[in-house]
C-alpha cells in the first residue's frame, strides 16, 4: 500500500523528483586550482587539445558552458565536436588542456564516476534487457533499493511517455520510442548534464520535428544542461540557446543563434548558417567596395578603418537584396547592380533567384508577401540592398 | 474452334515445353534420389538394423556388459572436456580478435582458419608425430627431468589434439557474436555507471551466450562422433563410440549392436541440440542466414550474470580491477594460435629432415623423402584417384547444393525449416552414423567399392556447405536487381549470365572449394564404402600412420597444405565469406 502510494505521489509530479540534485558523481579527484566558480559554469574546456593519429580532433579549443543552457555544437563532419562530447564523457582523454565538470577538473575521472548522461547516436539500447531492465540498469549499478527503482522506473517511463512499453525490449520498438529510452535511461538517475550524439539523425523527418519540440520542452521542465552535437543547422538553431560552430577541431565562432545568423564573424560561419552570399572587396574610406566594379558593398568604416586597401569580404543573406523597379530613386546607402536571372526555384511563399551580376551570382529570396508572379528566367533585374546590413568577415 | 483445340493439345506433347517439363522432372527426380540414397535410406537402415527380436534385443546386449556404459562414458566425457578446454580458449581468443585493428584481425582469422583447410589426416598426422616418443614434448619432458614417454595414445594427447581440431568450430560462432556489439553499448553502460569489469559482465557477455551456446553444441556434437583423431591418437587405450562402431562392423560384423549404438550416439546428439535450440539460433551455428521472429531471453544466465557483476563491483570497491583492457586475451590468442598451426609447421619441418626416424633436433635439411614419395606409383595413383573422386563429388554438390538452395528460398515459409534440415542432414548427424548408413545402403545396392559411389558419399557431405554458401549468397542478393535488368531489356538467361552469377559468383566459387576440400579429406565414410578397393589419399595415408611415422607422410602433408593454402590464399575472398557463412567441423 505505501508503496503504491508513494509511486501515486511521484506519478503525479514526475518532473519534482528528477529535479536537481546533487549529482551523482563525486569525483574522487579535486583539482580546484584555477577551476571556475561552481553552478555557475556547468562544463569549462581550458586549452583542450585531442589528436588522434596525425588528425587534430581537438585543437586548443577553450569553452564555457553555462550551467541550465541547451547548447548545440555544430559543424560538419570530422570538424570535433563528436571528439568535444567523448572528453566531457570520459570516453577519450585530452592530450594538453584540462576540463572542469561543475568545477571540478575531470582528468584521470572515468566515465562510470563521471554522472554525465549520454545519449548515443544509435541509443546504444542493451539489446538484451526489456525497456525497464534498461532504464533500471544506472540505479542497479549505483546499488540502489529493489523497491526505489521501480518507483522510479515508472516515474522516467511517465516522463519519456513510454507507460505501457515497459516490457518491451527494444528491437519491438520504433525509432522515436527507442530514443525515448535512450533519453530516460540517461535521465533517470539525474544527471546534472545531458550529452546528446546527433540524437536526430537516425529518424524521419516527421519524427524528428516532434521529437526536437519534446526535447525542447523536456530541458524547460528538468532545468538542467543539455549539449547536443549536430552537423545540421537547422536542428542547432531551433533548439539552442547557444550555438557553437566547429571547423578543424576549433570554434569559429559561438553565440545565440539570431546572433550568430546576423553577425556571422567568418566566411565559414556565414556559409554553414543559412544560404549567404559572399562577396569579395577592398576596404576604402567609404566602406567595402567591390573592385572591378565599384560597387559599396558596405557603407562603414568602423572597426577596419585601420585596413584601408586591404582586401575583405562581405556576407549578404539572400533575403536582404530587393528587386528595384527599373528607373526608381535609389535611397542613400543603398546599392544597386544589375543582373540576368539564370536559375529559378519556387519555395512556395518564397522565390530563390540566381542572379548573374557583376559582382558574380547572386542568391536572391524574394518574399511574395501578396502571391504576386516572379521574375521570368533571364529577365534582366535590377537588385538593391541597404549597404549597412551586409556583415564585413574577418576572413 | 474445335481444329485449334486440337493443335494446341498436341502442341503439348511434342513443343519445347513437354521436353522442358520432362527434364525438369528427370532432374527432380534425381534431386529426390539424392537425398533418399545419401540421407534418408541410410538414417532408415541404421535406425532399422538396430531393431533385432525382441525389438530391444541389441540394446539390452549393450548394456549387460559394464564395457560399452564404460566406453559411452569416456566418450561423453572426452567431449565435455574438449568443449570446456575449447571454450576456455576461444572466448578470450575471440575478445581479443575484436580488439585487434581490422588489418590484423583478418590476418589471424585466416591464421585461425587454415588448420580447418589442411586435411585431418595430416594434422592429426602431426600431432602424432608432435606427441611421440622422440618427438618435442617428450623431449622438452625428459630435459625437465619427466620421462613420459609417447603422448600418443593418452588422454591428454588425445584432448590436446581434439581441442587443436574443433578450436576454430568454437571461436567463429563467439567472434561473429561479440562483433554484432557495438561498442558504444560499453561506452553507454559505463556513462550509466558501470565499472568497466561490470559492463563487460551484464552487458557484454550476456549477448554473447547464444555465439558460446552454439559454438559448445557444434564441438560437443562433433568431438561426440569424431573417429579419425581418437583412432589414430587415442588408440586403444582410449576407445571412443565411433571406434567401437567402426570396430563392430568392419571386424566383428554385427550390425546389430553397431547400429544401436549408432542410434544411441544419435539420441544424445539430438537431444542435445534440441536444448540447445532453446537457448540459441542454431541455423545461425551453423550457418544459416538467422531465422527471423526468434527472439532469445537468455533469462536461465541471468543469475551468474548478475552475481559475477556483483563480484565485479565489489571487486572494483577494492582496487582488484584496472580499468585497462586486460593482457590475458591476447596472450589467450597466442597460445590458441600455437595450438593451431604447431603441427602444420611441424609436419612440413619434418618432410626436410634426412632420417627415417623423426627425432628432434633435426639434422640437416634433405629432399630425399620428396623423392621418394614422388616416384612411388603408391603415393602417384592415390593422389589421381583423390583428384578424380574430388571433381565429381564437388560437381554432384555444387548441382544438388545450389538447387536445394534455391528450392529453400522459394519455398513457403512454413516449410523452410523442414527443407533445411534435409539439406543440412548429413552435417547435423554424427559423420560415424552417416557413415554406418551409407555403408548398408551402398551394401544393397552393390556400389561398394566402386569410385563413383564413392564421390557420391562424398556429396553427401560436402552438400551442406554449398548449401549454406549459396543460401547466404542468395540472401544477399537483392532480387531487385533482377527486376532492374528486366527494366532494362534483359531477358531471363541474360539476366542469369550478366546481373545474377557475377553477384553469387564468390559463394559458389566458395561452396565449390570448400566441396572438393571435403572430398579431398573424407575418411570416415571412405574407410566403409571403398571396400578396400578405392586408394584415396586419406586412406593410404592413414593406413601409413597406423604402421609407422614414416616421413613420407609429412612430405604428402606438405604438398597438400601448399595445394591447399596456396589454393585458399589465392582467391582470399573465399576465406573471408567463408569466415562469415560457414563452418567445417
Avoid at chain 2, 584432448?159 to 561498442?183: D, E, G, K, S
Wanted: aromatic share 8%.
Amino acid at each position: 500500500m505505501t508503496l503504491m502510494q508513494r509511486s501515486q505521489a511521484k506519478k503525479i509530479s514526475p518532473v519534482a523528483r528528477l529535479q536537481r540534485r546533487p549529482a551523482a558523481a563525486t569525483s574522487p579527484k579535486k583539482h580546484n586550482n584555477g577551476a571556475p566558480t561552481p553552478s555557475a559554469i556547468a562544463v569549462r574546456f581550458v586549452d583542450a587539445a585531442k589528436s588522434y593519429g596525425p588528425v587534430q580532433a581537438v585543437n586548443n579549443l577553450s569553452l564555457d558552458i553555462n550551467a541550465g543552457q541547451f547548447v548545440a555544437l555544430l559543424g560538419p563532419s570530422g570538424c570535433g565536436k563528436t571528439t568535444l562530447l567523448n572528453l566531457v564523457a570520459g570516453f577519450a582523454a585530452p592530450d594538453r588542456g584540462d576540463i572542469f565538470i561543475n568545477g571540478r577538473s575531470v582528468r584521470g575521472v572515468p566515465p562510470h564516476e563521471r554522472g554525465v548522461g549520454v545519449v548515443f547516436q544509435d541509443y546504444a539500447l542493451f539489446p538484451h534487457m526489456s525497456v525497464a531492465e534498461n532504464l533500471a540498469f544506472p540505479l542497479e549499478v549505483r546499488g540502489m533499493q529493489r523497491a526505489e527503482i521501480k518507483a522510479r522506473v515508472e516515474t522516467a517511463l511517465n516522463l519519456v511517455r513510454l507507460d505501457d512499453l515497459g516490457g518491451r525490449r527494444p528491437d519491438q520498438l520504433s525509432g522515436g520510442q527507442q530514443q525515448r529510452v535512450a533519453l530516460g535511461r540517461a535521465l533517470i538517475y539525474e544527471p546534472p548534464i545531458l550529452l546528446l550524439d546527433e540524437p536526430f539523425g537516425a529518424l524521419d523527418r516527421r519524427l524528428r520535428d516532434s521529437m526536437q519540440l519534446e526535447l525542447k520542452a523536456l530541458h524547460r521542465r528538468l532545468g538542467i544542461t543539455f549539449v547536443f552535437v549536430t552537423h545540421d543547422q537547422d536542428e542547432a538553431m531551433t533548439m539552442a540557446d547557444m550555438v557553437v560552430v566547429m571547423q578543424a577541431g576549433q570554434i569559429q565562432q559561438q553565440g545565440a543563434p539570431m546572433a550568430l545568423y546576423d553577425r556571422p564573424r567568418t566566411s565559414f560561419v556565414a556559409g554553414f548558417l543559412g544560404d549567404c552570399n559572399l562577396i569579395k572587396g577592398h576596404v576604402t574610406t567609404a566602406g567595402i567596395q567591390h573592385a572591378a566594379s565599384g560597387v559599396l558593398l558596405h557603407r562603414s568604416v568602423d572597426g577596419i578603418s585601420n585596413q584601408i586597401g586591404l582586401a575583405k569580404a562581405v556576407a549578404l543573406r539572400p533575403e536582404l537584396i530587393g528587386v528595384l523597379s527599373p528607373h526608381g530613386r535609389v535611397r542613400p546607402d543603398q546599392s544597386v547592380v544589375k543582373g540576368r536571372v539564370v536559375q529559378l526555384r519556387f519555395l512556395g511563399r518564397e522565390v530563390m533567384l540566381e542572379v548573374e551580376t557583376e559582382l558574380g551570382v547572386l542568391l536572391v529570396r524574394l518574399h511574395r508577401a501578396g502571391g504576386e508572379s516572379a521574375p521570368e528566367l533571364n529577365s534582366t533585374l535590377r537588385l538593391g540592398w541597404d549597404a549597412k546590413t551586409t556583415v564585413p568577415l574577418e576572413d | 474452334m474445335a481444329a485449334i483445340d486440337i493443335v494446341s493439345s498436341r502442341n503439348r506433347f511434342t513443343t519445347p515445353h513437354f521436353v522442358r517439363r520432362a527434364a525438369i522432372a528427370c532432374a527432380a527426380l534425381a534431386f529426390a534420389g539424392f537425398f533418399v540414397v545419401v540421407f534418408l535410406w541410410p538414417l532408415f537402415i541404421v535406425i532399422a538394423s538396430s531393431l533385432g527380436s525382441p525389438p530391444w534385443q541389441h540394446y539390452a546386449a549393450n548394456f549387460e556388459t559394464a564395457s560399452v556404459l564404460v566406453i559411452l562414458w569416456r566418450t561423453i566425457r572426452m567431449a565435455t572436456i574438449v568443449s570446456l578446454f575449447c571454450l576456455i580458449l576461444a572466448y578470450p581468443s575471440a575478445l581479443a580478435l575484436t580488439r585487434l585493428s581490422p588489418r590484423l584481425r583478418g590476418l589471424v582469422l585466416l591464421l585461425i582458419l587454415l588448420p580447418t583447410v589442411t586435411p585431418y589426416v595430416v594434422r592429426t598426422y602431426g600431432w602424432m608425430a608432435l606427441l611421440g616418443a622422440n618427438g618435442p614434448f617428450s623431449s622438452v619432458l625428459r630435459l625437465s627431468g619427466i620421462e613420459s614417454g609417447s603422448l600418443v595414445g593418452t588422454f591428454p594427447g588425445l584432448i590436446l589434439a581434439m581441442v587443436h581440431m574443433l578450436l576454430p568450430l568454437m571461436i567463429l560462432p563467439i567472434f561473429a557474436a561479440m562483433r554484432t556489439i557495438p561498442t558504444s553499448q560499453i561506452a553507454a553502460a559505463q556513462s550509466l555507471g558501470a565499472v568497466p569489469a561490470e559492463a563487460f559482465l551484464k552487458v557484454f557477455v550476456p549477448q554473447t551466450v547464444s555465439g558460446v551456446i552454439a559454438g559448445f553444441v557444434l564441438v560437443f556434437v562433433v568431438a561426440l562422433g569424431f573417429f579419425i583423431t581418437p583412432a589414430m591418437i587415442g588408440g586403444l587405450r582410449e576407445t571412443t563410440l565411433a571406434m567401437v562402431i567402426y570396430i563392430y562392423i568392419t571386424e566383428l560384423f554385427d550390425w546389430g549392436r553397431a547400429a544401436s549404438l549408432a542410434v544411441i550416439l544419435l539420441v544424445v546428439v539430438l537431444a542435445m541440440l534440441a536444448l540447445a535450440a532453446r537457448a540459441t539460433d542454431l541455423w545461425k551455428a551453423y550457418g544459416l542466414p538467422a531465422s527471423p521472429n526468434k527472439r532469445q531471453r537468455d533469462n536461465s544466465t541471468r543469475p551468474i550474470v548478475n552475481a559475477l557483476a556483483r563480484l565485479a563491483r565489489a571487486a572494483a570497491k577494492h582496487g582488484l580491477l584496472g580499468s585497462k583492457p586486460s593482457r590475458i586475451p591476447t596472450g589467450v590468442l597466442l597460445l590458441t594460435l600455437t595450438i593451431l598451426l604447431s603441427p602444420l609447421i611441424f609436419v612440413v619441418g619434418v618432410s626436410f629432415q634426412p632420417q627415417r626416424l623423426i627425432a628432434l633436433p633435426l639434422h640437416g635439411l634433405s629432399l630425399r623423402w620428396y623423392e621418394v614419395v614422388l616416384s612411388s606409383t603408391r603415393w602417384i595413383d592415390a593422389a589421381a584417384i583423390t583428384l578424380q573422386i574430388a571433381v565429381l563429388a564437388a560437381s554432384i554438390a555444387l548441382i544438388v547444393g545450389y538447387t536445394a538452395a534455391v528450392l529453400t528460398r522459394r519455398a513457403p515459409h512454413g516449410m523452410r525449416s523442414a527443407l533445411c534440415v534435409l539439406f543440412l542432414g548429413p552435417q547435423i548427424l554424427p559423420l560415424i552414423v552417416l557413415a554406418v548408413g551409407i555403408y548398408g545402403v551402398f551394401i544393397r545396392l552393390g556400389w561398394v567399392g566402386s569410385w563413383a559411389a564413392v564421390a557420391i558419399a562424398h556429396a553427401s557431405v560436402a552438400v551442406p556447405y554449398v548449401f549454406v554458401n549459396v543460401l547466404n549468397g542468395l540472401a544477399r542478393y537483392n532480387s531487385r536487381l533482377d527486376a532492374a535488368a528486366a527494366s532494362l531489356g534483359a531477358r531471363g538467361w541474360t539476366i542469369m549470365r550478366r546481373v545474377k552469377l557475377p553477384l553469387l559468383l564468390p559463394s559458389i566459387a566458395t561452396a565449390a572449394a570448400f566441396a572438393a576440400l571435403t572430398s579431398l579429406d573424407e575418411l570416415v565414410i571412405t574407410l566403409f564404402v571403398s571396400g578396400g578397393d578405392v586408394q584415396t589419399l586419406p586412406i593410404v595415408m592413414y593406413g601409413a600412420a597406423i604402421q609407422d611415422l614414416s616421413p613420407e607422410l609429412a612430405v604428402v602433408g606438405t604438398l597438400l597444405i601448399v595445394l591447399v593454402v596456396g589454393g585458399a590464399l589465392l582467391g582470399r575472398f573465399m576465406l573471408s565469406s567463408y569466415a562469415t557463412s560457414s563452418v567445417r567441423p
